[in-house]
């Protein structure tokens, strides 16, 4: 079957895409693996209308939004395993079967890396955060960590100063606090800890303190940590051209990688990550798609 889209990557930003691009009357086949990044979360924080939805009802509720129109097929728990270009066209590889498409949507996230540091798989999503602005605001007023992932970023723990007094960084050893960050920290009373971490303590998925070489446990309710991230691999494999962070570039209005006909939103496009950003890209993306590939249809005589 010849589509007029195909959106890899059923997170906040390809339903968002797949929406428009249904009520645009676009055929559009939306293809999901179904292992989003907030997997491990119990909500979605400051989605506006709505607030702490847990992800599996906000990809239901969208799920059914799109069955309200005939022009996308939902092709969830679908892994595309390649996309290879078809002349001016694109061939889809998913799980076994072909499909071609005119234009391409990549949202397919950004995979993390696990995290460092003993027993942190567990607390992924409950204690150990990427985001405040997501979690910061159910373990307000409680002891809460930043481990910082390189000296320039030390001075961000004192963000955390909007959830609690009690706010701590961690360099586990292997970060060099820079002297003028030194001297802020010191006079907003904010602790930094340079000993190695050696594991989490933790009450079932709950995070109860960090322990650091001496086996000293800090007391700490939360952690907060970015992760090392990398492209997916049906991403990987098309060679995009990426930013100096690893992000697919794409313009700045179109959404365009490097590969004409090939757009990408969400996550995998920027480092401003949260599920309302990436439906907006995802949204915008499609306009973008619908516009261009609607003058061309036109152009062509088929619409
Ligand atoms: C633990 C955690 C908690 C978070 N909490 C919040 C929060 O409270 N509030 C908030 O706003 N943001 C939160 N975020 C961030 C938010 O989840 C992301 O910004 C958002 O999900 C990104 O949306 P996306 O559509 O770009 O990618 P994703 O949501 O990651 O979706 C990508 C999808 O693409 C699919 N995919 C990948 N490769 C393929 C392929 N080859 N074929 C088919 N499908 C594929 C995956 O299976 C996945 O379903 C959290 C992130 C994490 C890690």
């Not at 059914?64 to 005939?70: K, Q, S």
């Not at 071609?100 to 460092?116: F, K, N, S």
């Not at 365009?256 to 480092?271: C, F, K, Q, Y």
């Not at 990436?278 to 036109?298: C, M």
């Amino acid at each position: 079957m010849l589509l007029d889209v195909a959106v890899i990557g059923g997170g906040p930003a390809g339903l968002a895409a797949a929406l428009v691009l249904g009520r645009s009357r676009k055929r559009t086949a939306l293809f999901d693996g179904g292992t989003p990044r907030n997997a491990t979360a119990a909500y979605i924080g400051g989605f506006v209308t709505q607030d702490r939805i847990a992800p599996a009802s906000f990809r239901h509720t969208a799920h059914e939004d799109l069955r309200a129109y005939p022009s996308v097929d939902l092709h969830l728990d679908t892994m595309v395993d390649r996309i290879e270009r078809a002349g001016a066209k694109f061939r889809i590889l998913a799980s076994g079967a072909e499909y071609t498409a005119r234009r391409v949507l990549l949202a397919t996230g950004m995979i993390d890396e696990p995290i460092p540091l003993p027993g942190s798989r567990e607390l992924w999503g409950t204690s150990l955060f990427q985001c405040p602005y997501c979690h910061g605001y159910e373990v307000a007023d409680r002891p809460l960590a930043f481990l910082a992932p390189e000296p320039g970023e030390a001075p961000w723990v004192q963000l955390l100063r909007s959830w609690s007094r009690d706010v701590m960084l961690f360099t586990n050893a292997s970060v060099e606090v820079e002297p003028a960050c030194r001297v802020a920290l010191a006079e907003a009373s904010i602790p930094i800890e340079e000993r190695r971490i050696i594991g989490l303590a933790r009450t079932g998925r709950q995070l109860t303190g960090i322990v650091v070489d001496g086996n000293v446990t800090i007391p700490r309710s939360a952690l907060f940590f970015r992760p090392v991230q990398r492209q997916a691999p049906v991403v990987a494999g098309l060679a995009l051209a990426l930013d100096d962070r690893n992000y697919v570039r794409v313009g700045e209005d179109d959404y365009e990688t490097s590969i004409r006909g090939i757009h990408a939103a969400g996550d995998l496009m920027t480092h401003y990550h949260g599920a309302l950003a990436a439906a907006a890209a995802g949204s915008k993306a499609a306009h973008s798609i619908n516009h261009g590939l609607t003058v061309d249809l036109v152009g062509q005589g088929l619409l």
